[in-house]
């Protein structure tokens, strides 16, 4: 069967469930402006990461790469009252561009950004889970390190997702040989097969793999209670 998914449709379908209010466009124009690489989500993806956030109740969610607070936004906007997302970003220029975005949004009391490289910020940031919402959008060959923090420290029944699955087409371009579209067919499959998650794929944009985190299988903290939205680890 023929797929019908293109830019007309992401175009319909982003002005239905993903409309731009003023500040969303502001920071969608803005993150070039100010010199950031145009590499931001789309806004039927940031409407999606809303929708997944919101639908396993997050209140505790990591970003790894902010690039210009966008994805960051939408992330936010879909967390359970009182929820709070950190988000890790390495380039200065970036952390001070979506410090801005976050002010601009009224979302700077749950938005925190940890400026440094995500893989000397991530093993002092698992004494602070357990999570219920991880978003991956940094270097691709540091995905599968990411995985691994994630799958430790999402809670069962959390979700994870990792962006730019099609690399823009280059994934099942044989002749595509780059160590980055290596990296990411390696990733899919990896992800395709990994049994600690219910994974699948999100087809809009440049692909967002998804994946709920099975039962019993966080394997550093495997449940938590919460009271009064404060977490207490057994």
């Given amino acids: 069967m023929p797929t019908f998914y293109d830019e007309a449709h992401a175009c319909y379908f982003a002005k239905l469930f993903a409309p731009h209010d003023a500040v969303l466009q502001h920071i969608y124009d803005n993150i070039p402006r100010r010199g950031l690489p145009a590499i931001t989500i789309q806004p039927e993806e940031g409407r999606f990461l ?14 790894i790469g902010t690039l210009g607070g966008y994805s ?18 390495k ?14 949004a009224g979302l700077s009391d749950c938005i925190e950004l940890r400026l440094g490289n995500a893989h000397k910020l991530l093993p002092a940031l ?6 219920d919402f991880c978003f991956i959008d940094a270097e691709k060959s540091g995905y599968d390190a990411y995985l691994d923090w994630a799958l430790a420290n999402v809670r069962p029944g959390g979700v994870i997702a ?3 699955a099609f690399r823009h087409g280059a994934v099942v371009d044989p002749k595509n040989e780059e160590p980055e579209t290596l990296a990411m067919r390696a990733f899919i499959r990896r992800w395709a097969g990994e049994p600690r998650l219910l994974g699948t794929l999100f087809p809009a944009g440049d692909g967002t793999l ?5 039962e019993g299988e966080c394997t550093e903290k495997t449940h938590h209670e919460e009271h009064g939205g404060r977490r207490v680890l057994p």
């Fill in 50 to 63: 809303q929708f997944l956030a919101r639908a396993c109740g997050a209140r505790l969610a990591v970003e």
């Fill in 72 to 89: 960051s936004v939408w992330i936010a906007r879909g967390l359970l009252p009182n929820g709070k997302l950190i988000t890790l970003e």
């Fill in 91 to 104: 380039e200065p220029h970036h952390a001070e561009v979506a410090r801005e975005h976050f002010a601009l």
């Fill in 126 to 131: 698992s004494a602070e889970g357990p999570f």
């Fill in 162 to 164: 990792a962006h730019n």
């Fill in 210 to 214: 998804i994946g709920i985190v099975e």
